[in-house]
């Protein structure tokens, strides 16, 4: 008990008080009995109310130490309870009032603790529990809801107070479920196992993967008789040896997915697979496997049953046949590849393997057919039949797709030789086969291949790049690998096409002009139509760009027809407004030159917009008149009949030579522009021209010389005797509303 410090204060006064009261008793000796007397009730009173400020010191002392202990027992991340073992005084930290939730309000201290302790745990005396350490797990039911926890208590002494119970408890539901769980899932264990055993004897044929290691089956009685063993296991390695080559990699990929822990897969599978028996012959059996993953210490269980279905499989054989095998070869046919090409697919993904697919093509087969008769067109898809499934090798594959189109999948060993090597082994063996009616017939085939699984997402997807590769070979007995960079320029000018296309279509098509000026009296004498794909952000695309796509589709036709109507029109509109007459030149297009009626597509054209044909110029390169000299020369006689004027454009650059000029009716020769930017510093080039031009004179042709940039080109020309220029330096292809501000400023300055 502490000392009250108004005990202090009053201990203090009364020694004062009874020091004066004995000095007036010795100084006033009549009054001492009085003064006694006052100082014996003095004394009483102060130990009255000295007793009395005590009892309220240590009841707020109480209060205080109270309040701090519930302080502590709030910080420790745990279950507190302090209490007498009559149930009189209780304290229940925040955890604890948490768990037993809005009811704690309406219980007393008895009814509090019979929720916390179960009554054995109460009835154990104090003595008991100060002798004792050990943890109680204890349950507590919570409006329907047990929760387990372990107790610790001890006795904690109190002085004048008594003694007091802290029980410090910890909450252990999680741990105590897992433990009940562990319990049913070990005696499941060991019931499974006696059944495992009891199956293995009563099934027909099974099959089970031990869970402690992968390096032997387990078999049951009836396995051991078929395969022919001694004992009721077989290693693995030895079990795969006994399938059939062609479904071993099926099997193989099984394995690697069964005993890989990351895949999980619990479904039920099966394969029909080809076993080797006792008896040397290959019989077909059902193989149903499951994987399991829930073995010893979490090593995947893997089982299997093997029924034999040979009976069945001889009539799915039957129907496979009519299904999926090529009548003339006994190849598997397209329908088949696609299924077994996906399988194999597959299979290479996981087990990390890589796979060729190779499609051949044999050569000029049509010329087999109709020089040697269809019995012996056959008769060589069967020849190379033979030969491809002879190179299949262990898990390949071979199928006829159709006509004289074959494929073979084989797999690849990371030898970047190995394909062309392949395919060359067998271009030699077939051009050596002999047949007495082929009346020696060269037999030879072209192959281009792809690699699974790096080039593509699926297998249909890596065999129609294999065909891309095939088609890219334009020669005979050529192997072509697929390449990416290839197969995307050849897609990127399909969309390149089809936005031509669009173009056309929304008129995006635009003529630009560029003058020819005479080198005598520098007037212009008449302009070039070149055709600009102008795209509606304002973007000019050249002619360089997109005409090549223009020329290997249809939409060549389009552009030209546009360009002949188009500028056709345009000078007609220019004479209209009164500008001088100049000459309107175009370029004609292979197509239009070769396979239209020339003549009478023109005259058309000049008849719907009024252009009399004396301002309209033809312009063919001169790859495109040699490649029919004759029918050149026609063609261009009759547009000079028509009274058009026809010039040769590039020339120089192809391949004639200077005597086909006068069987030529040109009017005007273009000397290229490669010529004409050497002019100032290659005095060959100055030669070549030099003579070009005297030779077009001899003839009574014109000469112009494109792409002329300096003013040294233009005084080099005109000392040659070259009679027109084109180029930047006289002005830049612009578009029509340019052009009109050029003839008009031409003509106000005299240079028209």
């Known amino acids: 008990m502490k000392i009250n410090i108004n005990f202090l204060i009053m201990g203090i006064i009364y020694v004062l008080f009874a020091s004066v009261m004995i000095i007036i008793a010795v100084m006033c ?26 009892k309220k010191y240590d009841k707020q002392a109480a209060e205080i130490n ?52 179960p009554q054995g745990f109460i009835s154990q005396t104090i003595a008991e529990m100060m002798l004792s350490s050990a943890v109680k797990e204890l349950s507590m039911k919570i409006n329907d809801k047990i929760i387990y926890i372990a107790w610790s208590s001890s006795v904690l002494l109190m002085g004048n107070d008594g003694q007091y119970i802290i029980s410090i408890g910890f909450d252990v539901t999680e741990n105590k479920i897992i433990r009940q769980q562990l319990n049913i899932t070990n005696n499941s264990l060991a019931s499974s196992e006696r059944r495992h055993s009891l199956a293995m004897d009563l099934s027909e044929i099974g099959i089970i993967l031990n869970e402690h290691c992968y390096e032997s089956f387990h078999v049951s009685e009836e396995l051991k008789k078929m395969l022919g063993l001694a004992e009721d296991k077989i290693k693995i390695d030895d079990f795969v040896k006994l399938i059939h080559n062609d479904e071993r990699i099926l099997f193989e990929t099984y394995l690697k997915t069964a005993t890989d822990k990351n895949i999980n897969d619990s479904h039920t599978h099966s394969m029909d697979i080809r076993i080797l028996s006792v008896d040397g012959q290959y019989r077909w059996y059902s193989f149903r496997y499951k994987n399991i993953h829930t073995g010893t210490y979490g090593m995947p269980v893997i089982g299997g049953a093997i029924i034999d279905i040979s009976k069945e499989k001889d009539k799915d054989i039957l129907i496979e046949r009519m299904a999926y095998i090529d009548e003339i070869t006994g190849l598997f046919n397209r329908n088949k590849l696609m299924i077994n090409g996906q399988e194999i697919y597959e299979c290479c993904k996981i087990l990390k393997m890589s796979y060729l697919v190779i499609v051949f093509d044999i050569d000029r087969f049509h010329i087999i057919n109709d020089t040697c008769g269809y019995n012996n067109g056959n008769q060589t898809l069967k020849d190379f039949a033979q030969i491809l499934n002879k190179k299949k090798m262990k898990n390949g594959f071979a199928a006829r797709i159709g006509g004289d189109n074959f494929v073979l999948i084989i797999q690849d060993y990371g030898n970047s030789k190995f394909p062309e090597m392949l ?95 005479s080198l005598t009296t520098k007037k212009i004498i008449g302009v070039e139509a070149l055709i600009r794909w102008v795209k509606p952000d304002g973007e000019v695309i050249p002619p360089s760009k997109f005409v090549p796509v223009a020329e290997n589709s249809h939409l060549i036709t389009k552009i030209g027809e546009y360009v002949m109507q188009e500028a056709c029109k345009q000078n007609k509109i220019w004479q209209d407004m009164g500008l001088p007459n100049i000459v309107m030149s175009i370029n004609l297009t292979s197509e239009d030159f070769y396979q239209k009626n020339v003549k009478q597509y023109i005259s058309e054209i000049l008849s719907q917009t009024k252009l009399s044909p004396e301002w309209l110029e033809i312009e063919i390169t001169e790859s495109l008149a040699m490649k029919d000299i004759d029918f050149a020369v026609q ?14 454009d590039d020339f120089g650059t192809g391949y004639s030579s200077l005597s086909y000029i006068q069987k030529m009716p040109i009017s005007l020769l273009k000397l290229d522009r490669s010529f004409i930017i050497l002019l100032e510093d290659d005095l060959v080039a100055q030669e070549i021209v030099s003579a070009v031009i005297k030779i077009a004179k001899s003839k009574k042709i014109e000469t112009i010389a494109e792409g002329t940039e300096t003013i040294g080109q233009i005084e080099i020309l005109e000392k040659l005797g070259c009679d027109y220029a084109q180029g930047f330096l006289f002005g830049k292809p612009m578009r029509a509303s340019e052009l009109t501000g050029y003839l008009s400023k031409s003509m106000e300055q005299g240079y028209v």
Not at 29 to 54: D, E, H, M, T, V
Not at 92 to 115: R, Y
Not at 423 to 428: M, T
């Open 29 to 54: 000796q009549k009054l001492s009995p009085y003064i006694f007397a006052l100082f014996a009730l003095f004394i009483l009173l102060f130990f009255i109310i000295n007793g009395i400020s005590q």
């Open 66 to 117: 109270k309040s701090r202990i519930i302080k502590l027992m709030n910080i420790v991340n745990a279950y507190v309870v302090i209490w007498t073992e009559d149930k009189e005084s209780v304290i229940v930290n925040d955890k604890l009032k948490g768990v037993i939730g809005d009811t704690i309000a309406g219980l007393n201290n008895k009814e509090l603790i019979d929720i916390i302790f």
């Open 423 to 517: 395919v060359k082994e067998i271009q030699s063996e077939f051009s050596h086969m002999e047949n007495e009616h082929m009346f020696k017939q060269s037999l030879s085939c072209s192959a281009g291949y792809s690699k699974m699984p790096d080039d593509g997402p699926d297998f249909a997807t890596v065999f129609e790049r294999a065909e891309f590769a095939l088609s890219t070979g334009e020669k005979r007995r050529v192997v072509i690998g697929y390449d990416s960079t290839v197969h995307d320029a050849i897609i990127k000018g399909t969309a390149l096409e089809k936005s031509l296309a669009d173009a056309i279509e929304a008129g995006e098509m635009e003529l630009y002009y560029q003058p020819k000026i």
């Open 635 to 648: 063609q261009m006689q009759e547009l000079r009949d028509m009274g058009l004027k026809l010039a040769m």
